[in-house]
């Protein structure tokens, strides 16, 4: 479904990724370790096409998005590829759902229609009786939620989550390693997730470690295996 092939990417002089393959299957979750400075998320960003090779290639479904116009891969990114951050990034002055319909309504769906869909995925996660809640008045678990939620808001092929849990207690990260896999079941959802909580690493179905730009293994874990 993801398909990344001889990716190098330069900041001037320095060389931060330096020839990266890596396979995704739909409905695949897989996590990315490695110590800062490895180039995870530089290969998120270029997967996510929030930033460009300097060489290789990146197709989901079958597009070569490495090739696509700036306008042309804005429209892709919008309707193909959630986005969850470390700290949710939620606009303050919004409620949870005016935040949620955001990338829908970026993409020209009506209000009402995204309102339906953020009310559905507010019920899937539990969060209905905050959807007229601003920021301020959610906690950390509720407001990473509601990021969820916005990245789900278009059915993106895939979901790009850069340290979801990093800023969360221990009891809420457990809640949002759950959601992942129930979104997973559910919905049939791809995720890739940058983390440096071994613990998410552990649950996923594949962990890729990477080192000085490079990927240095992707061992595949029991339930891929009987699949395969």
């Not at 370790?33 to 490895?38: L, R």
């Not at 951050?85 to 919004?94: A, I, N, T, V």
């Not at 955001?102 to 309102?115: D, M, N, R, V, Y």
């Amino acid at each position: 479904m993801i398909e990344a092939r001889g990716i190098t990417k330069n900041y001037g002089t320095l060389e931060v990724l330096k020839g990266i393959d890596l396979s995704v299957r739909e409905r695949e979750i897989v996590s990315i370790v490695g110590a800062s400075g490895a180039g995870k998320t530089t290969l998120l960003q270029i997967i996510g096409t929030l930033d460009r090779a300097n060489k290789g290639t990146v197709s989901i479904n079958g597009r070569d998005v490495s090739r696509m116009s700036d306008s042309k891969l804005s429209d892709f990114r919008n309707q193909n590829i959630g986005f969850v951050f470390q700290f949710h990034q939620l606009l303050p002055e919004f409620t949870a759902i005016e935040n949620i319909i955001i990338p829908a309504l970026i993409g020209k769906t009506s209000e009402s229609q995204a309102k339906a869909r953020a009310k559905e995925l507010l019920e899937m996660l539990n969060l209905s009786s905050r959807a007229n809640h601003k920021p301020n008045e959610l906690s950390g678990g509720e407001k990473q939620r509601v990021a969820v939620a916005r990245a789900l808001i278009n059915n993106p092929a895939v979901v790009l989550a850069d340290e979801p849990s990093g800023s969360l207690d221990t009891e809420n990260k457990m809640e949002l390693h759950q959601l992942f896999f129930k979104l997973r079941d559910t919905l049939g959802q791809t995720f890739i997730i940058v983390t440096h909580d071994e613990k998410l690493a552990g649950i996923t179905d594949r962990t890729i470690h990477m080192k000085d730009g490079l990927i240095t293994d992707t061992p595949v874990l029991n339930a891929f295996a009987e699949e395969a």
